[in-house]
C-alpha cells in the first residue's frame, strides 16, 4: 500500500511564504500524477494544483502566479511553494498521488491534510 506524509503546514503572516511537501512510499512503480488540494471551512475541496509526469502543470486561477509545484522524481516526493500568502488561502491541505503499483496496480492515494492558517 502506498502512503503519503504530508509536512510543512502553519501559520502565517499575509504576504508570507509556506511550502509544503508529501512524500510517497510503498511499492511504487510509478507516480504518473501528484496533486494539491485544499478544503476550507463550509466549501467544497478543491484543486490547487496538480504536476503531470511529462512537466505538465496546472493551477487553479485564485492561486495563479504564486502558488509554485514541482517535483522530485528521486525521492516521491511533490513540494507546493505557496507565496504571497493571502487569508483566503487559509484552508486544510492535502496530497493526493496517482501512479502504478510494481504489482502493475493501478492506485490512488491521498494523504493527511495539513492545516495552514494565513491571518494578521
Known amino acids: 500500500q502506498v502512503q503519503l506524509v504530508v509536512s510543512g503546514g502553519g501559520l502565517v503572516q499575509p504576504g508570507g511564504s509556506l511550502r509544503l511537501s508529501c512524500a510517497a512510499s510503498?511499492?511504487?512503480?510509478?507516480?504518473?500524477?501528484m496533486g494539491w488540494y485544499r478544503q476550507a471551512p463550509g466549501k467544497e475541496r478543491e484543486l490547487v494544483a496538480i504536476?503531470?509526469?511529462?512537466?505538465?502543470?496546472n493551477y487553479a486561477d485564485s492561486v495563479k502566479g504564486r502558488f509554485t509545484i514541482s517535483r522530485d522524481n528521486a525521492k516521491s516526493t511533490v513540494y507546493l511553494q505557496m507565496n504571497s500568502l493571502k487569508p483566503e488561502d487559509t484552508a486544510v491541505y492535502s496530497c493526493?498521488?496517482?501512479?502504478?503499483?510494481?504489482?502493475?496496480?493501478?492506485?490512488?492515494?491521498w494523504g493527511q491534510g495539513t492545516q495552514v492558517t494565513v491571518s494578521s
Open positions: 504536476s503531470v509526469t511529462g512537466g505538465s502543470t
Open positions: 510503498g511499492s511504487i512503480l510509478s507516480i504518473s500524477a
Open positions: 493526493n498521488v496517482e501512479g502504478t503499483l510494481a504489482s502493475w496496480r493501478k492506485f490512488t492515494s
